[in-house]
Nanobody
């Protein structure tokens, strides 16, 4: 069983930055493929960024050049550095994990493990 705990959310003005963290426990962290998802009220949950076992990354178009996903296997922690935040980035952010070499094509339903979420609010 894998437990995921997010932190780092908060309120920030447009143009500001936040760094989200997701601490994982319960299994071999290095065997997990991770994604960050977000969900705004009334909207579908969408994938924001993904990082594979080997450190390859993929981003949704709306965050390219502004967000960076990374992982520290020694600390069992996943990160999402968010810069140049926009009002439309406001959402609940979730980290998700699955045992897979790559999860670039995965949908939300494919991820077995989820954190509780951390709220990001960007004021314009």
């Amino acid at each position: 069983q894998v437990q995921l705990v997010e932190s780092g959310g908060g309120s920030v003005q447009a143009g500001g930055s936040l760094r989200l963290s997701c601490a994982a426990s319960g299994y071999d962290y290095s065997k997990l493929c991770f994604s960050w998802f977000r969900q705004a009220p009334g909207k579908e949950r969408e994938v924001v960024a993904t990082i594979t076992l080997g450190g390859n990354t993929k981003y949704t178009d709306s965050v390219k050049g502004r967000f960076t996903i990374s992982r520290d296997n020694a600390k069992n922690t996943l990160y999402l550095q968010m810069n140049s935040l926009k009002f439309e980035d406001s959402a609940m952010y979730y980290c998700a994990a699955q045992y897979s070499n790559t999860c670039f094509a995965s949908l939300a339903k494919d991820f077995a493990y989820w954190g509780q979420g951390t709220q990001v609010t960007v004021s314009s």
